[in-house]
């Protein structure tokens, strides 16, 4: 499962929420699908240097979307601008419009819930564990007492033993 899938699936991100990012002065932005898939790209020029003002434009609408932040960064470095970066970190520039987090928190606080989730899944663990030994414990016993039943009706029936009612293996 992929970070972004994650992140969705987590709830630390919605399905439909916009992240962004500013390189020289020009916005990006993508919608984030169900499944961490990265769609409705937008471009936002930069208006630097007494340019004028430019709209949000759509970039991308040939694709099925991106499936990861850096390959959705890499295509809006390389295909609009002609960048080509090698070090470019897309978790640490892209960012959460809503929360205005950067992807690398949202990434962190998903590692804390894992962590955590992790934990409580090893509490859970131990406390099957512990209820199966105890009921494998429970079986062993009722063995044993049902053996030793058997063991006093099969002397009953042969006529080698008389069992009274109070008994503590007296039939019910």
């Given at each position: 499962?992929?970070?972004?899938e994650d992140?969705?699936?987590?709830?630390?991100?919605e399905?439909?929420?916009?992240?962004?990012?500013?390189?020289?002065?020009?916005?990006?932005?993508?919608?984030?699908?169900?499944?961490?898939?990265?769609?409705?790209?937008?471009?936002?020029?930069?208006?630097?240097?007494?340019a004028?003002?430019?709209?949000?434009?759509p970039?991308?609408?040939?694709?099925?979307?991106?499936?990861?932040l850096?390959s959705?960064?890499?295509?809006?470095?390389?295909?609009c601008?002609?960048?080509?970066?090698?070090?470019?970190?897309?978790?640490?520039?892209?960012r959460?419009?809503?929360?205005?987090?950067?992807?690398?928190a949202?990434?962190?606080r998903?590692?804390?819930l894992?962590?955590r989730?992790?934990?409580?899944?090893?509490d859970?663990?131990?406390?099957?564990?512990?209820?199966?030994?105890?009921?494998?414990r429970?079986s062993?016993?009722?063995?044993?007492?049902?053996?030793?039943?058997?063991?006093?009706?099969?002397?009953?029936?042969?006529?080698?033993?008389?069992?009274?009612?109070?008994s503590?293996?007296?039939?019910?």
């Open positions: 499962m992929s970070v972004l992140l969705v699936a987590r709830r630390l991100i399905d439909g929420d916009e992240v962004y990012f500013v390189f020289r002065q020009h916005r990006f932005a993508a919608n984030v699908g169900r499944g961490g898939i990265l769609y409705n790209c937008t471009w936002k020029a930069s208006s630097a240097n007494g004028t003002p430019q709209h949000e434009k970039i991308f609408r040939n694709r099925g979307g991106f499936q990861t850096t959705w960064c890499d295509a809006c470095l390389h295909e601008l002609d960048e080509y970066i090698s070090r470019f970190s897309a978790f640490k520039r892209v959460h419009t809503r929360t205005e987090c950067t992807m690398d949202l990434r962190s998903l590692r804390v894992g962590v989730e992790d934990a409580n899944a090893a859970s663990v131990r406390q099957l564990r512990m209820e199966l030994e105890l009921e494998r429970r062993a016993s009722l063995l044993e007492l049902l053996q030793d039943r058997n063991l006093i009706f099969s002397h009953v029936a042969d006529g080698s033993k008389h069992v009274s009612r109070n503590r293996f007296a039939a019910v």
